[in-house]
């Protein structure tokens, strides 16, 4: 026994790792299972990585850097009321150890994304599931879990891993819903995906209100997830009290650099949302031939149900992909076990896969 123990509010998370199994002895691993960008980095990213590599012996700067005004000008908001952040993930954490008392009570949605009653815990929090309606978050649901010890709602839209999402009277519907003291995050990682008339990530909720906080992501369309990077637009308090607590280096030299020129590119995000335009109906397509159910999404991942027979069941697909160098996501963590999830990849990835789901629902030995 180890002289010192973790506090009590962790101890189920010791041991949690992420779900980055390898796949031992392929030379190219085809990486489906993170919901990583398709077309790998914006090349305009890459050259301004280079042109600061003669500057990582310096800090990097800590308040609205040159990144926040280059994300302000894009989106048309405050820059002083942008928190950059080592990916959003620190910045889920950094939000619920700022407003999360231990004991306080955060709401996450059934099929949300594990990270949220993890930081919970962390803070010392308890996180209260609320189930979703079928495959899609439930506002009504949520609604009806809020106690007087609600401190924060997380709400993943569009959600992952169901791919799903809500429209934005919906998300107004539950804002207006939930008592002021009750910080609703949106994390809206998936949002450049979106091509939906009655979506919207979230501005005009932070803007309107004094509670509520969006998140954004360079890990996905940006192409970004190795250099950690993200950012929250909040109410110029609560941007103070984040600023206040979070590591005042967490972002990096590179990443500050790559994201001012990833937010620029333009071409680079036009080309990643037709990329996945494109292949996201070619995948379901092909899914529903072999016989499997896709689910119906809005950003660049989908669930997809498989037949409940040992042989031929989410698990041995995965199983089967995996010694074939390709990886997806087990749901079972998810509470899901007959589905798995995955990501467009570049047109070469998206044939292998389905050529190898073919192989795999034929007998083919892996
Ligand atoms: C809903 C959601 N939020 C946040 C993140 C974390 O993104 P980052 O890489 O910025 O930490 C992810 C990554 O998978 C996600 O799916």
Not at 58 to 85: E, F, N, T
Not at 99 to 115: A, C, R, S
Not at 226 to 244: E, I, N
């Amino acid at each position: 026994m180890p002289s010192v123990a973790p506090k009590a509010s962790i101890a189920d998370l010791i041991g949690y790792k992420p779900a980055l199994a390898g796949a031992p002895g392929h030379a190219r691993v085809v990486r489906l299972h993170v919901n990583e960008g398709a077309l790998g980095p914006s090349p305009k990213a890459m050259e301004a990585m280079q042109t600061v590599a003669t500057r990582i012996h310096q800090y990097p700067a800590v308040d609205a850097s040159g990144l926040a005004v280059a994300i302000g000008r894009k989106h048309g908001i405050d820059p002083q009321r942008i928190v950059l952040g080592c990916g959003s993930d620190e910045l889920i954490q950094v939000l619920c150890l700022a407003y999360v008392e231990p004991g306080d009570e955060v709401i996450h949605t059934q099929y949300g994304f594990l990270l949220f009653p993890m930081a919970a815990k962390i803070a010392g929090g308890v996180p209260v599931s609320a189930p979703d309606d079928g495959y899609t978050v439930s506002v009504d649901a949520i609604l009806e879990r809020v106690t007087p010890r609600t401190k924060l709602v997380f709400l993943a839209n569009p959600n992952n891993p169901t791919g799903t999402y809500l429209a934005h009277d919906e998300v107004r519907r539950l804002r207006a819903g939930l008592p002021d003291r009750v910080v609703l995050v949106l994390d809206a990682a998936y949002a450049e995906y979106v091509q939906r008339n009655d979506y919207t990530a979230g501005i005009e909720l932070v803007e309107e209100t004094d509670n509520t906080v969006m998140l954004r992501t360079f890990s996905k369309a940006f192409g970004m997830a190795g250099l950690r990077l993200g950012w929250a637009y909040c109410p110029k308090s609560m941007a103070d009290t984040l600023y206040s607590i979070r590591p005042p280096y967490g972002v990096n030299i590179p990443a500050l650099a790559a994201g001012v020129a990833a937010i620029e590119d333009q071409a680079f995000q036009d080309a990643t949302v037709a990329h996945n335009a494109r292949w996201m109906p070619w995948l379901q397509a092909q899914f529903n031939a072999l016989g499997l159910e896709p689910m119906p999404t809005v950003a660049n991942f989908l669930m997809v149900r498989f037949p409940t027979e040992p042989a031929r069941n989410a698990d041995a697909a995965r199983q089967f992909l995996a010694a074939r160098g390709i990886l997806v996501r087990e749901m079972a963590g998810y509470g899901a076990p007959e589905f798995i999830r995955l990501s467009v990849g570049s047109e070469d990835d998206n044939h292998l896969l389905v050529d190898t789901l073919r192989d795999f629902l034929n007998g083919a030995s892996s």
